[in-house]
């Protein structure tokens, strides 16, 4: 049904908000995966509040599935969104994240490349945050996949900077109500199904089954990136 048909059939305006939130209209046409609303938590359980994100921090959370690593990081810039194009040709637009200057956004953390991802042994992909520079681009504010150096935009949501990746990071679509921060969707290149058919194994053996660790999920635990794996490898 297309979206004004949609509008006309709905009993009132409200109705339509509550099943149709504003993000889903501002990428309609978009690549864009709806997934269940999940609120973004601490260890302790109290809610992510923007103002608690720490530019010189990364952060790890699991979203949409409970095997699928997302960055949570606050670049402190003003950021306008960017234009992105997937290897097959299709373009999409990414509008930012939320919080002042729409600067704390998310990605997926499996690289496009060959879908390395944070382990709690170690992970190669990580964010270079304000002031600590990548020393093979020279630049900050990256994040870099070391298993074969390939660089991602968080300002210009997810776009390469270096390659030998070709597809921008997936952006998971943040939202913020009350003070409280949500995961809603997913935007860019659908990488889960080759991810856990490419890690069956080793997900199965953290998680009991593969059915496990694709449950998706309605509240994602974040921490810093250091304090779930052993090692971070920077580059
Ligand atoms: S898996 Fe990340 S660059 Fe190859």
Same mark, same amino acid.
Not at 25 to 46: C, I, M, N, T
Not at 52 to 70: D, H, M, S
Not at 91 to 96: L, P, R, T, V
């Given at each position: 049904m297309r979206r004004r048909e949609f509008l006309k059939g709905c009993a009132s305006l409200s109705a339509c908000s509550l099943l149709f939130p504003s +993000?889903? +209209?501002?990428?309609?046409?978009?690549? *864009?995966?709806?997934?269940?609303?999940?609120?973004?938590?601490?260890?302790? !359980?109290?809610p992510v509040k923007a103002?608690?994100?720490?530019?010189?921090?990364?952060? *790890?959370?699991?979203?949409? +599935?409970?095997?699928?690593?997302?960055?949570?990081?606050?670049?402190?810039?003003? *950021?306008?969104?960017?234009?992105?194009? *997937?290897?097959?040709?299709?373009?999409?637009?990414?509008?930012?994240? $939320?919080?002042? !200057? %729409?600067?704390?956004?998310? +990605?997926v953390a499996i690289c496009?490349?060959?879908?390395?991802?944070?382990? %709690?042994?170690?992970?190669? $992909?990580?964010?270079?945050?304000?002031?600590?520079?990548?020393?093979?681009?020279?630049?900050?504010?990256?994040i870099q996949c070391c298993a074969h150096m390939s660089a991602f935009d968080p300002a210009k949501g997810g776009k390469v900077i270096e390659g030998p990746a070709k597809d921008p990071l997936p952006a998971v679509i943040l939202s913020e109500e009350n003070g409280k921060i949500y995961a809603e969707a997913v935007l860019g290149r659908d990488l889960f199904e080759e991810f856990f058919d490419v890690y069956r194994r080793e997900l199965r053996k953290e998680y009991g089954s593969s059915k496990k660790a694709k449950e998706e999920v309605n509240r994602c635990v974040t921490t810093p990136l250091r304090k779930y794996t052993k090692e971070v490898i920077r580059c």
């Open positions: +993000f889903v +209209f501002a990428y309609s046409g978009q690549p *864009l995966k709806r997934y269940k609303r999940a609120h973004l938590v601490w260890e302790d !359980g109290r103002k608690e994100i720490k530019p010189e921090e990364e952060y *790890l959370f699991f979203y949409p +599935f409970r095997a699928t690593p997302c960055l949570l990081v606050n670049t402190q810039q003003k *950021l306008k969104g960017a234009k992105l194009r *997937l290897e097959d040709g299709k373009e999409y637009i990414w509008k930012g994240g $939320i919080g002042p !200057g %729409r600067s704390i956004v998310a +990605f496009t490349h060959q879908l390395s991802y944070p382990t %709690r042994e170690r992970t190669l $992909i990580s964010y270079h945050p304000p002031g600590k520079k990548s020393s093979l681009l020279e630049r900050d504010r990256v």
